[in-house]
């Protein structure tokens, strides 16, 4: 679970602003210990404010990210151009979600889990600096065939695909995530990620490196050798 410090709370009426679905409904998904699809109960609240019950963001966050909305598992996609680029907004509608910051919700909330944009493009000025993420039809009809809660891939199996990272490699060299997921010793790139988002890899929220100009990769977050291995020699100790 995310610590105190950064944990950011929210009540059921901005969970389901942010869902596209009532109150009401986030209340019953709770009461009922509703399960997505990887069989995981909806998270406990952690707080109140006066009557409302609070739940922790980011645990909501996964939670979704991992059930297959009803509204999105009869949805189909209207016929675009498999290499037209959209932005986050109308990636979101493009896939069928009711708000159009969904997209945008995942890339902050939940890294890893969403796919990588196809271009970044730097935009505004030296002082006010700002990111335009951009995805290619294609990629979006990719990931909705894949996503958890839609079920393998033919031939993938997302638990076995880590690489064999050496530990004992150059600590300067700059390692993404799948590399860092396996040199932490996770089984797969989703509980990196889901940690990650969690904060419970404190020594990985501060980025050595963004990719840029690299196509899809462009915006991941690249971490040394170096760091990874501190991160895991701190977590070993925790356990």
Request: aromatic share 6%; hydrophobic share 35%.
């Amino acid at each position: 679970m995310a610590t105190g410090s950064a944990r950011r709370l929210a009540d059921a009426a901005e969970i389901s602003a942010e869902q596209g679905l009532t109150p009401a409904r986030i209340t019953s998904l709770y009461t009922s210990h509703a399960q997505n699809a990887a069989g995981e109960t909806f998270p406990e609240p952690v707080d109140k404010r006066g009557r409302a019950r609070l739940w922790d963001h980011a645990e909501v966050t996964e939670w979704f990210a991992h059930r297959a909305p009803a509204r999105l598992q009869g949805h189909t996609p209207p016929s675009r151009d498999p290499e037209e680029l959209l932005n986050a907004a109308d990636a979101s509608r493009f896939l069928g979600y009711k708000n159009p910051n969904q997209v945008t919700t995942f890339m902050r909330d939940h890294p890893g889990y969403f796919a990588d944009p196809d271009v970044v493009e730097e935009l505004g000025t030296d002082e006010n600096p700002y990111r335009r993420q951009l995805w290619r039809v294609q990629t979006l009809l990719d990931w909705m065939a894949t996503r958890p809660g839609r079920g393998r891939r033919a031939g993938v199996d997302r638990e076995s695909s880590l690489p064999d990272v050496p530990v004992d490699g150059d600590p300067d060299e700059l390692l993404g995530a799948t590399q860092a997921a396996a040199l932490l010793g996770y089984k797969s790139i989703g509980s990196f990620s889901s940690s990650l988002s969690q904060g419970n890899l404190p020594l990985l929220k501060t980025t050595d490196a963004v990719a840029e100009n690299a196509g899809r990769q462009n915006g991941r977050r690249r971490w040394t050798r170096r760091r990874i291995l501190e991160q895991a020699s701190q977590r070993k100790s925790r356990r």
